[in-house]
T-cell receptor, first 110, second 113 residues
């Protein structure tokens, strides 16, 4: 069983719609949870960070965390073509270490 | 505020050689962690340094090593390069405490021929 699991996609989303990305993790000791966006050939860019159960909103992005279910999700509202990228879920199971999922490729179609 | 700076951006090395990569974290950040990204394995954790001490280590052979200086800048060294070491090497900078964000540099693309 992979330690951080994401659907690989691609997730095809019409422009203006909501993209919903899911991530599950196995290490119950994980304290912090991250969503990164990575364009092809570029480095990961932090878009959301959450460490408390519940929702956290930042612009068009909402992260949701449920530690009891070991589940974290990302919603992208009003999806734009510029949102087309790979979205990486990462958890922080121990000091200074991020454990990444394989990433979900999102394709926003005009 | 300057971001995370990695040098060099690109490297081509021959099998058996060694290489040193550099990472300058965001000012005030005391933690630097290193990752290897390949198409097959994704992003994998190499090690993390905090205040010049290695605090955490991933499952990589001893050929991969690192260090951190008093100004928080970090270097990663790979000795006896193998073809499979070809990858994007990324460093991440953070304050190093629970509940803080981690920001990546632009990476060093290493090609071993």
């Amino acid at each position: 069983q992979k330690e951080v699991e994401q659907n690989s996609g691609p997730l095809s989303v019409p422009e203006g719609a909501i993209a919903s990305l899911n991530c599950t993790y196995s290490d119950r000791g994980s304290q912090s949870f991250f969503w990164y966006r990575q364009y092809s050939g570029k480095s990961p860019e932090l878009i959301m960070f959450i460490y408390s159960n519940g929702d956290k909103e930042d612009g068009r992005f909402t992260a949701q965390l449920n530690k009891a279910s070991q589940y974290v999700s990302l919603l992208i509202r009003d999806s734009q073509p510029s949102d087309s990228a790979t979205y990486l879920c990462a958890v922080n199971p121990s000091w200074g270490k991020l454990q990444f999922g394989a990433g979900t490729q999102v394709v926003v179609t005009p | 505020k300057a971001g995370v700076t990695q040098t060099p951006r690109y490297l081509i090395k021959t099998r058996g050689q060694q290489v040193t990569l550099s990472c300058s974290p965001i000012s005030g950040h005391r933690s630097v962690s290193w990752y290897q990204q390949t198409p097959g394995q994704g992003l994998q954790f190499l090690f993390e340094y905090f205040s010049e001490t290695q605090r955490n280590k991933g499952n990589f052979p001893g050929r991969f090593s690192g260090r951190q200086f008093s100004n928080s800048r970090s270097e990663m060294n790979v000795s006896t390069l193998e073809l499979g070491d070809s990858a994007l090497y990324l460093c991440a900078s953070s304050q190093g405490t629970t509940g803080t964000e981690a920001f990546f540099g632009q990476g060093t693309r290493l090609t071993v021929v």
